[in-house]
């Protein structure tokens, strides 16, 4: 057969194609997907945790480029890996975040809500200002009627005592759980140290598991045959009655006057029980009774000395009598002890204007009438009588503490008051009340020590350079450029010529030389001068009182900052 050539035109070949590919696409369009997106999938094997406990994380997102967790409050604080396992010690509500990020660039967010229950052995976390906390104590003890004093000390004091005969010799797991539901265990001095710690380490490893804290008054217990506090099994039944503070500043003192570090009696009778030790090992040597450890105290979780057993709480040995013979001050220690332990602090003072308890040390109660009459008219009480506090002996230190600002103005005589020596100076800082010192001859390095300098400057400015504007006595103050303008009615200001003021804080100048200047407690003015049990602050003043308006409100400021607490 034979086959034509067929012949078309370029019109006829265009019609043909346009028709086919016209015919081919219609009514066939589809969808194609690429591939499967991520999905973020997470999860937590609890979210709600005892404290200190641990809870899995665990994701398993998929087409994932990245894991990245933050954990808030936990341990660790992120990770890339899929499983984490976190652990909290931290108590409250905290947010955990997943953020995923996939092959496409994108990213995606899950999040979880954890909550920690509060720490069963921390005790409050902030004990209002002026307020000691109200715990539960328990105690230790063989003999419940020769610790009824330590009972009711407690309890007049706001805090519930358990105390059962025995009831926690031989202690096991089980009693040592007991334990860890108080705010702190007291072993008393009548306990008999053989059911304590026995005379291996297995009662010792057992005490060590109780989390709380443990005030031990019980010497024979603190032996390393027993509970492992001291490296001696020496116990001296005779110590003294009185205590000297290694740690003068130490919250146990709070509120106790020291005269020259030394508590004066704690007890009714003698008879400090102490271990005989020549070091404290890894403790803190808080007290002496003069020539043995009194007070000391270990931190959680340390070896009381190189080899010893390290307690998973707080401890502090405190030196006891058998029985209860603690005098007023003993009682003090002891509940400041008691506070210390279980809230980590003494509370302080609440911040308040007052009204506040003044006394004036002056030769002249008629020179100083209008500071009288300022401070009165403030809503102070104040007491003013000439020559009182001359030559200040150890009563009349006892009387200042009961106020709660002692001021010393320039109308006192300072021989009266530092003497040429260190002994007046030494009564005076024995004073825990704080003390506005105005006057500059007595805050010489040869009476108070508050400078060191003996060089006095009657011809100062009568007006203040404000080196701390924002220091409490300026309030209500207007500042011109950090200077108050003139705070006297004529010139006067009394100094000390000094080139530095030590270790205080220079509050203000009179534009050339020192004015107001503070010291904290228990802080040497300068090095090598006495330091004070209180807060000490000097401002400049002239021979009796010359304060205007503005003068009156910084001093007024000045009397309720000390007598504050501040």
Known sequence: MMFKKLKFSKLYYFIICFTVLNLSCEDDIREVTLYDAGETTASVSSSSLEFGASTNFTSSSTKSITTDWTFEGGTPTTSINPNVTVTYNSSGTFGAQLLVKYVDNTT????????????PNSG???VPCGEYGNFDVVLVTDNISADQGFITVLEDAGHTVQAVEGQYNNLTSTGANQLNNFDLVIISRNTNSVSIGGDNSALATVWATVETPVLNMNAFAARSSRLQLFNSTEVDESGGNSLDATIPEHPIFSGIALNGNNTGTILTGSGLHTVIVSDVGNGTLIASDGSKVAIVEWEANVEFYDGAIPALGKRMFMSSPTGYMLNEVGDAILLNAVQYLVAGAIPEPC???GPFDVVLVTDSVDGDQGFITILEEAGHTVQAINGQFNNLDAVGANQLNNFDVVIITRNTNSVNIGGDNSALANVWATVSTPVLNMNAYTARSSRLQLFNSTDVDEGG???????????????????????????????????VLVSDIGNGTLVASDGTKVAIVEWEANTECYDGAIPASGKRMFMSSPTGYLLNETGNTIFVNAVEYLGAGN
């Open 108 to 119: 995606e967010i899950f999040t979880f809500s954890i909550f920690v229950e509060e720490d």
């Open 124 to 126: 409050p976390e902030d």
């Open 461 to 495: 400015g009568n007006s203040l350079d404000a080196k701390l504007p924002e220091h409490p006595i300026f309030t209500d103050v207007t500042l011109t450029s950090d200077n108050t303008g003139p705070i006297l009615t004529a010139e006067g200001f009394h100094s």
């Open 351 to 353: 911040n308040s204007g």
